[in-house]
């Protein structure tokens, strides 16, 4: 089953809006990553934040984790056109031997200009 | 720097028919590699990932294979398609531990009629 599911699973907002989405998890986690996918491309590393960090910014992007929660949030600030694509969130998992991230099912946003 | 590529960008198979998906890495060594599947607005779901040559992992019972005859070379196969293997087939690598950064080949779209 999917580790990480992103709330909500679509999202429309104006050019210059904030754009806030979601992530919950289940199992502790070694880190969690946010991605970017265009429709019909591969996916794009944005950020990875490790589970001793709460807050990480990249440019216009900001990631908060709560492993009290297991969530985590990605926050676009000033959002423009060629921000629409689908985020994913992807966990690290500490406790089993599997090598590989595990991914949500995606937040699609779309910018409006 | 490194690159991935994967091919056939598109393909259109019968039912029955078999698959040949494959994907090379450049400018690295030992990578990990990846194959994920993704269905029509969907996350991604792991099929398999290998760790060295000759070493696959497989995550779900299904009608694939993957093999790793070389380092940086990963071919997902199937002897006859489903139906349902419809979807985008991503292939990944990352260096080193599975918990780091992915990074996604532009991905393989098939269509099983």
């Known amino acids: 089953s999917q580790q990480g599911e992103e709330d909500p699973q679509a999202l429309s907002i104006q050019e210059g809006e904030n754009a806030t989405m979601n992530c919950s998890y289940k199992t502790s986690i070694n880190n969690l990553q946010w991605y970017r996918q265009n429709s019909g491309r591969g996916l794009v590393h944005l950020i990875l934040?490790?589970?001793?960090?709460r807050e990480k910014h990249s440019g216009r992007l900001r990631v908060t984790l709560d492993t009290s929660k297991k969530s985590s949030s990605l926050l676009i600030t000033a959002s423009r056109a060629a921000d629409t694509a689908s985020y994913f969130c992807a966990t690290a998992h500490m406790d089993t031997g599997r090598r590989a991230l595990t991914f949500g099912s995606g937040t699609r946003l779309q910018v409006q200009p | 720097s490194q690159t991935i590529h994967q091919w056939p960008a598109t393909l259109v198979q019968p039912v029955g028919s078999p698959l040949s998906l494959e994907c090379t890495v450049e400018?690295?060594?030992?990578?990990?590699l990846y194959w994920y599947r993704q269905a029509a607005g969907r996350g991604l779901q792991l099929l398999f990932y290998s760790v060295g040559i000759g070493q696959i992992s497989s995550e779900v019972p299904q009608n694939l294979s993957a093999s790793r005859p070389q380092d940086r070379q990963f071919i997902l196969s199937s002897k006859k398609l489903l139906l349902s293997d419809s979807g985008f087939y991503l292939c990944?690598?990352?260096?080193?531990?599975?918990?780091?950064?992915?990074?996604f080949g532009e991905g393989s779209r098939l269509t099983v009629l």
């Open positions: 990944a690598w990352s260096v080193g531990t599975a918990t780091g950064e992915l990074f």
């Open positions: 400018g690295t060594s030992n990578p990990n």
């Open positions: 934040i490790r589970s001793n960090e």
